[in-house]
C-alpha cells in the first residue's frame, strides 16, 4: 500500500529529511536545493497564482524550458489543486500547434510560461491565424518573470488520492492530442510498485536527462525519487543534446545509481563519443540503467555496455523495462542486477494470434526482442488475440493493462475512452507483445506511431503538413516508420503518388522533406514514388502494406529513377565562398554525412532535422559564441543565407 495518500503529503514527508535535488546546468554550473527548500518555493509561487485567480481544479499549462522554473510550478499547481499539464518548449511548428489545440481542448486553462516564450506564441498564432484562441490564453497568463518575493506562502488545497494530479497530453500537432489523467492515487501507487520492484531506497541518487514533459522525467525521475526520498540530479535535455559526454562524466561525478535514456540517447551518446576517451570517468556506482520510452534495441544496448565497460559500467546495469504515460509511467520491470535478456525471432511470424517462430541470429529475418519483466505491484497485464481471447506463451497478442495506477480515461474524450478502456477497468495500449517464461517482449505496434529519436510522431498528422500541398493531397501521400534490420529507430519514409515527369516529382518531394521538417522537426529519410495507394475497403490508406513492400524492394526501380533525378536536380552549386560560408559548409557537410548539400540548398529540404540544427548550432556557437541564435536557423535556412546574416551582424557589432 502506498505510503501517502497525495503528493504533496509525500513532498511534506521528505522535506523532513535530508534529500536535495540539483539542477546541473553546466559542467561547473549547478544548484542545489533541500526538498525543504523546494515545498517553501512552491508555496510561495502558489501565493502569487491564487492572487493570480487560479483555484483548486483549473487547468494550467505549464509551459517552460528551465527545469528548476518546471518543478517549482508544477509543485505549486499540486499543493493548490491546481492541475498542471505540462506542455514542451520546441523549436519547431510542431509544438506550438499542439500547445494551442491542447489549450482549446481544455476550455479557458491558465498558462505558466516566460516572456520571451509568450511573444514567440504570440507570434506564431498571429502568423497560423489562430488569434482568436491565442487571444483567450493570453488573457489568463501568467508569466514567470512577474514572480518577485515568494516568502509568503499560499494557501494548500484539501485534496485526496482521487483528486486529479497532472494531465499528460500525448503527441499530436496537426490532430488533436489525448491528455491522459492521473489522479494522486494512480502516480503513488505507480511509485510504491516501481520503488518494491526496483529497490530503490534512500541511498539511491538519480541523474536524468530526460524532459520533464515526458513521463520518465517527470515521474521516473522526480516524483519517484520524492516518493523514495532519493538524491536527484536533473540535467537539462537540451545540454545533453548539445554535449552528450555529460551525461556520463556527471553519472561518475555525482555517482549516481540510477539513471536513464530511450534508444535515441544512447545512439547520440555513442555518436558524441565516437573514437574518444572518458578521462577520469568511473561508472561502477550505476546500479540501474533504465532502456525504455521507446522500442529498444538489443544491439544498440549491448554496444552501448560494451563501450562504457572500461569505465566500470557492470553488463546486469542495462533494466529494460515497459511502460507509458497511461500507466502512470511503469508496467513490467525484470528483476534488478539480472542480466540483459532477449529472444530472437523470425520477424515475420509476429501477427497477432500467431505464435513467435524462434530462429538463429544469422537468420534473414532474425530480430532480437528484448525482455521487458514482469508487471510491478499494483498492475495488471493480459495479452488477447483479435477475438478477445488471452493467449498463450510465446504467442503475439494485443497488451492491455490495469491496476491502481492506471488511468481511467483521456480528458473529455469519449471517443477515445470508448476505444480504448472496457467496462472493467481495462486499459488498450496498441502494442503487441507475446510472453516468454513468464516475462513480457514487446513485439511491435498495432498503432501506427512513428518512433525518431525518442520521439513519437502519427504518420496522420505528418500528412495532414502536406495535404495542402500541389501534388500531395488527401490520399495521395502516406507516412510510415520503417526500422531496416539492426537498426535502432524507425525512419520516415513518404510515399507519394506520382504522375507525370520524374524531374517534377523531384520538387514535389523537395517540398515534402521541406514542410515535415519545418513543422514537425523531424527527418525524412527518404521520399518513394509509387504509381497507386493502397488502401482499405473503407478508403483507409494501408500503411503497413506500403512499408512491407519497401522492406521487400518492391520500389527499387522507382528509387533509382527518382535517385538520379534528385541527384541532378541537387548537382549544380557553387563552391562555398569567403571564411565564413566555408566554415559554415564544412559544419553542415559534418552534421549531414552522406547527403550531397550545395550553398544554396534549403537545409530543410535535404534532410535536416531539428536535432541536426541543433547541432549545427552548437559548432557554430564554438566558432561564434552567442552571435546567432538557433532560432535563426529557421529563418536562414541555407548556407548562403546564414553565412550572410552572420557576415552582417558580425559586421553591425564592430
Known amino acids: 500500500m502506498p505510503k501517502y495518500q497525495t503528493l504533496t503529503q509525500a513532498l511534506d514527508d521528505r522535506s523532513r529529511g535530508d534529500a536535495t535535488i540539483t539542477y546541473l546546468e553546466g559542467e561547473n554550473a549547478e544548484k542545489t536545493l533541500k526538498l525543504a527548500e523546494l515545498r517553501r518555493r512552491a508555496l510561495g509561487i502558489l501565493r502569487h497564482l491564487q492572487g493570480f485567480g487560479a483555484r483548486q481544479g483549473d487547468n494550467l499549462i505549464l509551459h517552460v524550458s528551465s527545469n528548476e522554473q518546471f518543478i517549482d510550478a508544477f509543485w505549486a499547481c499540486l499543493y493548490g489543486g491546481i492541475v498542471p499539464v505540462p506542455v514542451a518548449v520546441g523549436i519547431s511548428d510542431e509544438h506550438k500547434h499542439k500547445l494551442l489545440r491542447i489549450a482549446r481542448q481544455l476550455g479557458s486553462p491558465l498558462l505558466y510560461t516566460d516572456r520571451k516564450l509568450k511573444d514567440r506564441l504570440a507570434a506564431f498564432a498571429s502568423g497560423a491565424g489562430d488569434t482568436d484562441a491565442w487571444g483567450a490564453l493570453e488573457a489568463r497568463t501568467f508569466l514567470v518573470d512577474q514572480l518577485d518575493d515568494i516568502s509568503r506562502a499560499g494557501t494548500p488545497a484539501t485534496i485526496t488520492s482521487d483528486d486529479v494530479a497532472f494531465i499528460q497530453f500525448s503527441s499530436g500537432s496537426t490532430s488533436e492530442p489525448k491528455g491522459v489523467v492521473l489522479t494522486h492515487g494512480n502516480v503513488l501507487a505507480n511509485a510504491e510498485g516501481v520503488q518494491l520492484a526496483a529497490k530503490f531506497d534512500e541511498s539511491d541518487v538519480s541523474l536524468s536527462w530526460m524532459p520533464l514533459t515526458h513521463d520518465m522525467g517527470l515521474i521516473g525521475f522526480h516524483l519517484m525519487m520524492v516518493y523514495a526520498g532519493c538524491r536527484q540530479y536533473l540535467m537539462p535535455t537540451e545540454l545533453f543534446v548539445r554535449r552528450a559526454l555529460l551525461w556520463m562524466k ?18 547520440h551518446f ?6 574518444k576517451t572518458l578521462d577520469g570517468v568511473d561508472l561502477s556506482s ?11 534495441s538489443v544491439d544498440l544496448a549491448g554496444e552501448f555496455l560494451d563501450r562504457m565497460a572500461r569505465y566500470g559500467l557492470r553488463r546486469n546495469s542495462m533494466y529494460t523495462v515497459y511502460g507509458m504515460a497511461e500507466a502512470s509511467l511503469a508496467v513490467t520491470f525484470p528483476e534488478p542486477g539480472a542480466a540483459m535478456k532477449f529472444i530472437t525471432v523470425d520477424r515475420r511470424s509476429l501477427g497477432v494470434g500467431a505464435t513467435a517462430q524462434q530462429v538463429d541470429a544469422d537468420h534473414p529475418a532474425a530480430l532480437k526482442l528484448a525482455c521487458e519483466g514482469r508487471p510491478i505491484p499494483y498492475t495488471s497485464v493480459q495479452l488477447l488475440d483479435d477475438s478477445g481471447n488471452e493467449v498463450g506463451p510465446g504467442v503475439v497478442g494485443h497488451v492491455l493493462i490495469r491496476g491502481d495506477n492506471v488511468t481511467q480515461g483521456y480528458y473529455q474524450n469519449p471517443e477515445a475512452n470508448a476505444a480504448a478502456v472496457s467496462a472493467d477497468g481495462w486499459v488498450r495500449t496498441g502494442d503487441l507483445g507475446l510472453w516468454h517464461e513468464g516475462e513480457l517482449y514487446v513485439t511491435g505496434r498495432s498503432k501506427e506511431i512513428i518512433f525518431v529519436n525518442g520521439q513519437n510522431y502519427y504518420p496522420h498528422d505528418l500528412e495532414m503538413i502536406l495535404q495542402h500541398e500541389t501534388g500531395l493531397e488527401h490520399g495521395k501521400v502516406a507516412a510510415a516508420g520503417i526500422r531496416a534490420p539492426g537498426a535502432a529507430t524507425d525512419e520516415l519514409v513518404l510515399f507519394a503518388v506520382q504522375r507525370g515527369d520524374m524531374k517534377d516529382f523531384v520538387g514535389v518531394a523537395a517540398k515534402a522533406v521541406h514542410l515535415v521538417n519545418e513543422h514537425a522537426g523531424v527527418e525524412v529519410a527518404r521520399v518513394v514514388p509509387i504509381a497507386r495507394m493502397p488502401k482499405t475497403t473503407s478508403g483507409k490508406i494501408q500503411r503497413s502494406a506500403l512499408a512491407a513492400s519497401y522492406a521487400n524492394g518492391e520500389f527499387a526501380a522507382e528509387l533509382v529513377e527518382f535517385d538520379e533525378a534528385w541527384a541532378a ?19 553542415v557537410d559534418d552534421a549531414l554525412a552522406g547527403k550531397h548539400v550545395d550553398v544554396d540548398d534549403n537545409l530543410f529540404e535535404v534532410g535536416a532535422s531539428s536535432l541536426t540544427l541543433i547541432q549545427i548550432h552548437e559548432k557554430l556557437d564554438e566558432l561564434y559564441p552567442g552571435a546567432v541564435d538557433l532560432t535563426e536557423l529557421f529563418d536562414f535556412p541555407s548556407v548562403s543565407q546564414l553565412a550572410k546574416h552572420l557576415e552582417e551582424k558580425l559586421g553591425a557589432a564592430q
Open 250 to 267: 556527471f553519472a561518475s561525478a555525482k555517482r549516481a545509481t540510477l539513471t536513464s535514456s530511450p534508444n535515441f540517447g544512447y545512439r
Open 270 to 275: 555513442l555518436k558524441a563519443l565516437g573514437d
Open 286 to 296: 550505476v546500479r540501474l540503467i533504465f532502456n525504455g520510452a521507446e522500442p529498444i
Open 569 to 587: 536536380a541537387h548537382s549544380h552549386g557553387r563552391a562555398a565562398a569567403g571564411g565564413i560560408e566555408r566554415q559554415i559548409k564544412a559544419i
